[in-house]
């Protein structure tokens, strides 16, 4: 009988031999912190997510680093795994940029990063999301920008990180059009009453001089190449780039194919708009082909008229008659 009475004492030291430790560990163990429901609770990524979203949104803070938001600038927003929040914004006047839930962070002066880190903080505190992961990205860089304008690719504005040229901006911008002229005026915000006209070749690198430093906020206009005009009897009638800053009466006429026989040589003229309207220039172009009378520079917008000859019209057409009939004549001789 003594033997089954302590049999069952014998199980309750056991089990509390084996309860002991578990409940020793169960105190040492430090209380787990259960946050509070959150409005986006899939904004919290994982490990190994967040670590990716990490590595590419410090790609493109790296990339901006060197330049700081600004008034105008375009941005783009999203919170890693909650696209409700994406949206594009500008930065306004006051610096200051409209976002989803924390509604208006001032942005301006502040690098892509600063403003990240901003912008998680404002969602965290405001008890939207846990560890949020904002990435932001400049769609435009208004503010840290040049603007190129007239004769290129692609105007637009063109960001300016750190030290940039004249004709990397240019490059950026999808180089000169066919259409581009041999002058660019660059105008430097500080000095907006003072533009500066630089000289281009039409292969850049043969005028390294004029690649000067540009700064954020020039606007640089490649202006479009002054044009020369021939019409009337000449083979192509057409407009005529002056890529070299000038061109003669004869070289224009030479590119425009030459004159046609009905040509009514001494009977050209140039068309010239001046201060007062437009004037006519009459020119003895037989001469000047002839070697008797100096040839003529051309201005910008300027017309070279060559017209035709009734006379020599009047007898082709009689001469082409007149051939006509021979034709008619011979054939009739031939089959009578």
């Given amino acids: ?30 209380a787990e912190f259960v946050p509070m429901p959150e409005v986006f609770p899939s904004a919290v990524p994982t490990k190994g997510q967040h670590s990716r979203a990490a590595q590419e949104s410090d790609h493109k803070a790296t990339a901006d680093s060197s330049l700081r938001l600004g008034t105008g600038d375009l941005l783009e927003f999203s919170v890693y795994n909650v696209p409700e929040l994406s949206t594009k914004t500008r930065v306004g006047n006051n610096g200051d940029v ?53 004769e290129v690719a692609k105007p637009g504005i063109y960001p300016v990180l750190g030290e940039q040229r004249l004709f990397d901006l240019i490059s950026a911008a999808g180089g000169l059009t066919e259409k581009a002229g041999h002058s660019v005026t660059v105008t430097h915000r500080n000095q907006s009453d003072r533009p500066l006209i630089v000289t281009l070749a039409r292969n850049l690198a043969d005028k390294t001089e004029s690649n000067i430093q540009i700064f954020p906020g020039d606007t640089i206009a490649v202006r479009k190449a002054d044009v020369v005009y021939v019409v009337g009897d000449v083979a192509k009638p057409t407009g005529l780039l002056l890529d070299s800053g000038s061109i003669t009466v004869l070289q224009a006429i030479a590119l425009a194919g030459g004159t046609n026989r009905t040509a009514k040589l001494n009977g050209a003229k140039i068309i010239r708009k001046g201060a007062n309207g437009m004037s006519e220039t009459p020119i003895h172009l037989q001469n000047i082909l002839n070697a008797k009378a100096q040839d003529i520079s051309l201005q910008a917008d300027d017309i070279l008229v060559v017209p035709a000859s009734r006379g020599k019209i009047l007898a082709g057409r009689t001469l082409e008659a007149a051939m006509q009939t021979a034709t008619f004549m011979s054939v009739a001789a031939v089959h009578p």
């Fill in 98 to 150: 409209y976002l989803p839930l924390i509604d208006y962070v001032h942005v301006a002066g502040l690098t892509v990063e600063e403003a990240q880190a901003i912008i998680e903080k404002r969602l965290s505190d405001g008890g939207f999301l846990n560890s949020p992961h904002v990435m932001l990205f400049v769609n435009e860089y208004t503010s840290a920008g040049a603007s190129v304008l007239g």
């Fill in 1 to 30: 009988m003594s033997r089954l009475r302590w049999k069952p004492v014998v199980l309750v030291f056991l089990f509390l031999i084996l309860m002991v430790p578990g409940l020793v560990i169960a105190q040492d163990r430090p």
